[in-house]
């Protein structure tokens, strides 16, 4: 697939400037929303903030990065890359979420705070 | 204008320059799988010491974190549109905004360079040197670890990408872009947009929740 | 790089102009090792094919030095106390053996040498998609290896090649260097793999579908997505060493409230797709060198195909398989018990339809093929007893002894390297345009299979016995077997060696090599042997498959170069 930025001076293609900064206003107005939110203390509230966050990173990908111009292969390498990601925190937190070893509750360090050899 | 080299191997320029844009999103792949493994740890962390780290984030330095994430999401419009200029063939509001865009980035480390040192006086080092009195429980020793090496390697990349800003400034400058050929530039601003992705994630895992 | 005719940034023919050549006219191109001349024609050039050759001197260089620390390790171990060196000496001295051989040799091995040389041409390509970043990987390779032997010289560590935190925080050894060393040679894989991917993706000749892409490029394909998604991790992981280890900072240091365990979990999702990364590649060749030597196309192209994907992505969902007596939660054992059962599956597909190929074929038994037999041999066991070490019951016992130890060698040099040795001899007409010494080369595969299974069988024996591995001093018991794969590593080593002496001489006195001499209908057996620098003067045409032995040679060969 050949990607559409071929551009000569008199038809510029490619996105065009009012979606640029449409995007610019969704980032800000999501990046206030987090910020408002995170203000109130609600359970679930870092799954939120996490979605939108991935909200705001889709636009930016999409849009500033021109993911909406470029090849399928290239956004199946954005789709593996989270993938794995996901699957790298996921079975790592399975693990120590099921674990049960370790205190829950806040423990107060040894009292120097310093390392002890 | 200046055109570009065809390498012997490419059949013409559109297979080339997709070729290196394909060939830069694969990289990008594989540098957010470096950060990948420090939200893994992150999430480890988080998930051992949930009550600790939600106390920490609360006393972590929300104004410089969200002011820096203004600053970037801007940076990353500023950078985005560079590219949208040069396709207009207009190089100098293309370097303009590159510029613009190290302006930012150098405001960004600045901020996070007075972040850093109110940290160090309060305390909140990583690891052993941690000794913030006040919040004295192995998570937030554990959170304040992870916030120096996520930040850390973050701001890494901010420098390396200011170094690749503005090096495609200077390339700008001497109009090696054009409408026609300019995937190089695209390229660095790519790069540059990952760190915005990045900081993207971790603001609210560090300043917000 | 030329200068393209007016008008060619508008017009994408998708083929790519006829080359221009010094040479009068008629005569035919010079091949690429005598296409320019001296040092700095070497260490500048960007032509796969040369880069692949530089690579092969550096990676059998490190073959030897990994094969030394074997053979120190192995004649230590001839007595139940201590032999020719001490504890803390045996300990850098294994662990020296596991970081050599992992990163210096295996991972880049088939990759670097017959991938850099054979793909762009099994894709019909002029070169690969980035050939000055393919250079710039080969002197970073370099790079690496120089900061990981100047670690090495310092006195080594002796953590394992496995690092695993708290100990490699706090070893008095030198672990800094060494992993900084492995983390410039992992940036080394990164952008080899970039390359191929990008390759093969985008430098495909005009009619060459996704469905006729040879298998040996299919399998570096897939270990090229490996090496690029799971190397991050591990540069992180040993950075992370790497700071703790100079900074202190108690990352994993549980008197500050960290866990050593989650080191492993990041250094196990590296590594356990990263043994992907090390028989993909040999697979690759099996793929190929079966169907030549049976003069027939797989019995399912597509079930190889999709089974190196299968075992790409599946791999990395296996990591915590190596962590089960670490302390993981139950739930996450069994997670990743069931989840490694599935791996296996896609290694017994390709098992299967090798064999199947060969029925009903005209096989030709050469030290190619001889070298399957010996890896059809050596995978299977070396995968089954995988299987079995990936059931957390069964590897309760077995972890950590040498019963692990044998399992991964019969894959790593079992599997691998005689894939490597396989690749080594199916490919050297084509590199070097001679001949090596038939006799020589079966004798000397034949010693290979034997010297292997000397050195290696006991060692299940051993660790189903109990010892455990990494282990200086041992009970008198274990002695018998330790010498007998003592024995076994000396004969291994000395048909190793015979093996590449073979092929070293034929450099100079082998009888020269025609184009195809072993009636392939690959795409690479298309050029001269060796090919000329631009590997085609005209660009071919492939529309036909890799493996259509319906086709008489000559037909195929018209049907890639005059369209």
């Given at each position: 697939m050949v990607s559409r930025t071929h551009t000569s001076p008199e038809e510029p293609e490619g996105i065009p400037l009012r979606t640029y900064a449409g995007t610019y206003v969704v980032l800000l107005v999501l990046a206030t929303l987090s910020l408002l939110l995170s203000r109130i203390h609600f359970t679930g509230g870092l799954a939120v903030a996490l979605v939108i966050a991935s909200s705001k990173a889709i636009a930016v990908l999409w849009f500033f990065m021109h993911l909406v111009e470029q090849s399928s292969s290239s956004r199946f390498a954005v789709v593996i890359a989270v993938s794995l990601m996901a699957i790298l925190a996921g079975l790592t937190l399975v693990d120590v979420a099921t674990r049960h070893t370790f205190p829950q509750k806040a423990e107060p360090m040894p009292s120097s705070g310093f390392y002890q050899r | 204008m200046t055109v570009p080299s065809l390498g012997e191997q490419y059949s013409g320029y559109a297979r080339q320059e997709e070729t290196l844009r394909f060939g830069m999103w694969i990289f990008l792949a594989s540098e957010s799988l470096l950060f990948g493994g420090l939200f893994a740890l992150y999430a480890a962390y988080r998930g051992m010491y949930t009550a600790d780290f939600d106390e920490a984030v609360r006393h972590n330095t929300l104004v410089y974190g969200t002011v820096n994430t203004y600053i970037l999401l801007t940076s990353s419009l500023t950078v985005a549109l560079s590219v949208w200029a040069i396709r207009r063939e207009r190089a100098r509001l293309a370097v303009g905004l590159l510029l613009a865009t190290v302006a930012l980035g150098c405001g960004f480390l600045v901020l996070k360079t007075l972040e850093y040192i109110e940290h160090w006086r309060e305390g909140a080092l990583p690891g052993p040197f941690y000794h913030w009195a006040e919040h004295p429980t192995f998570g937030a020793n554990r959170f304040f670890t992870l916030y120096w090496l996520m930040t850390g390697l973050h701001a890494l990349h901010v420098t390396a990408g200011l170094v690749v800003l503005l090096w495609l400034a200077a390339r700008a400058q001497r109009r090696r872009y054009t409408a026609a050929h300019h995937t190089t530039l695209e390229m660095g601003t790519l790069y540059w947009h990952l760190i915005d992705v990045v900081w993207i994630f971790l603001w609210p895992i560090l300043y917000l929740i | 790089m030329t200068t393209p005719p007016v008008g060619a940034d508008t017009e994408d023919t998708g083929r790519f102009p006829a080359v221009e050549l010094d040479t009068p006219a008629g005569a035919p191109a010079p091949d690429y090792l005598r296409d320019g001349h001296g040092v700095w024609s070497w260490l500048y050039t960007t032509d796969h094919k040369r880069i692949a050759i530089m690579f092969y001197v550096v990676v059998l260089l490190m073959l030897f030095t990994g094969g030394v620390f074997a053979l120190a390790l192995r004649v230590e171990l001839l007595t139940p106390r201590r032999t020719v060196m001490d504890a803390m000496t045996y300990n850098r001295m294994f662990t020296l053996h596991g970081v050599t051989m992992v990163w210096m040799f295996l991972i880049p091995s088939i990759p670097t040498v017959f991938g850099n040389f054979v793909l762009p041409i099994q894709l019909g390509a002029r070169d690969l998609a980035f050939p000055r970043l393919n250079l710039a990987s080969f002197y970073i390779y370099v790079t690496g290896i120089v900061i990981t032997v100047a670690g090495m010289l310092a006195g080594g560590t002796d953590t394992g090649w496995t690092f695993y935190t708290p100990y490699s925080d706090s070893s008095p050894t030198r672990v800094v260097p060494v992993v900084a060393g492995i983390f410039v040679l992992g940036i080394s894989s990164i952008m080899t793999g970039i390359n191929f991917i990008a390759t093969t993706h985008m430098l495909r000749a005009p009619g060459l579908t996704w469905r006729r892409v040879p298998l040996f490029t299919w399998a570096i394909y897939g270990t090229s997505i490996i090496m690029v998604l799971a190397t991050p991790v591990l540069g992180l992981a040993l950075a992370l060493v790497g700071i703790d280890h100079g900074l202190h900072l108690g990352i994993f240091d549980p008197a500050v409230g960290g866990d050593p365990v989650l080191f492993q979990h990041l250094f196990w999702f590296y590594s356990h797709p990263a043994v992907y990364i090390m028989i993909l590649p040999a697979m690759g060749v099996i793929s190929e060198l079966v169907p030549t030597f049976a003069h027939r196309r797989p019995s399912s192209y597509v079930a190889i195909a999709i089974s190196t994907l299968g075992i790409a992505l599946v791999g990395f969902l296996t990591w915590g398989h190596h962590m089960f007596v670490a302390g993981i939660s139950e739930l996450d054992a069994v997670i990743f018990g069931a989840l490694s059962m599935f791996v296996a599956v896609f290694s017994a597909i390709k098992v299967f339809t090798w064999v199947a190929t060969l029925y009903k074929g005209q096989i030709q038994l050469r030290t190619p093929l001889l070298y399957f037999f010996a890896f059809l041999f050596l995978f299977v066991f070396g995968g089954m007893t995988g299987v079995a070490v990936a059931t957390q019951s069964l590897d309760i016992h077995w972890h950590d002894t040498y019963f692990v130890v044998a399992h991964f060698h019969f894959i790593m040099v079992g599997g691998s390297v005689t894939g490597f040795l396989a690749a080594a001899h199916y490919w050297f007409p084509k590199m070097f345009g001679r001949h090596y010494s038939e006799r020589f080369g079966l004798l000397a595969a034949t010693a290979v299979l034997l010297g292997f299974v000397l050195t290696f069988l006991p060692q299940f024996l051993l660790g189903n016995m109990?010892?455990?591995?990494?282990?200086y001093s041992y009970p008198d018991r274990f002695q018998w077997l330790h010498v007998l794969s003592t024995g076994g590593s000396f004969l291994l080593a000395g048909a190793i060696l015979l093996a590449l002496l073979n092929l070293l001489l034929a450099l100079r006195w082998g009888r020269r090599a025609e184009a195809n001499p072993w009636f392939s209908r690959g795409f690479e057996w298309l050029t001269p042997s060796p090919p000329p620098k631009h590997n085609f003067e005209v660009p071919p045409h492939l529309d036909y498959s890799p493996n259509d032995y319906t086709l008489s040679e000559e037909d195929a060969r018209d049907r890639a170069f005059t369209r």
């Open positions: - | - | 109990g010892m455990p591995r990494r282990y």
